[in-house]
């Protein structure tokens, strides 16, 4: 299984795209809905982005998942802080490509700033086999908050 990620910004909104490629069947996907905030959802297949201004400690955490459910929490350091953040993504689901846009205007210190990205996955495979993708992990268990984890940069659209 391979995980291809990509990033880019329209002014103030993330599009973010999740590519699987080899034996999706094997992937635990959920049945797709209408989705709904939920918490949680890094226990199963599920894509993630995380976002900071750069040079900020603060940052947000974006969860999807297969079915449609996703989660936005705010913190304002690593693991520090966390609440809900007032922002819902747009997600775009298909057999082997995941995609969402999240606007971030809305978020006190984001709009206008540069950003750092880091792009993240819980894969569970039907056999419940769990595994944790990211560009980057630092030593010892997967912990996608780790600040080395942002290392994607997308400047403001004015430094572009």
Known sequence: MTILGEAARDGDVLAIRHLLRGDVATVRMGQAREGRRTDGLWRTTCFEAFVRPSGSAGYLEINAATTGDWACYRFDAYRDGMREADATPVLD????????????????????????????????????????????????????????????????????
């Not at 995941?98 to 978020?107: E, G, P, Q, S, V």
């Not at 992990?137 to 572009?160: E, K, S």
């Open 93 to 160: 689901r298909g057999e082997s490509e995941f995609a969402m846009r999240i606007d971030l205007r809305t978020i006190d210190g984001f709009a206008g700033r540069d950003w750092d990205v880091a792009l993240t996955a819980v894969i569970e495979e039907t056999d419940g086999t769990k595994s944790f993708w990211a560009r980057k992990h630092p030593p010892g268990a997967p912990d996608f908050h780790d600040p080395d984890c942002f290392v994607w940069q997308l400047p403001a659209p004015d430094r572009a």
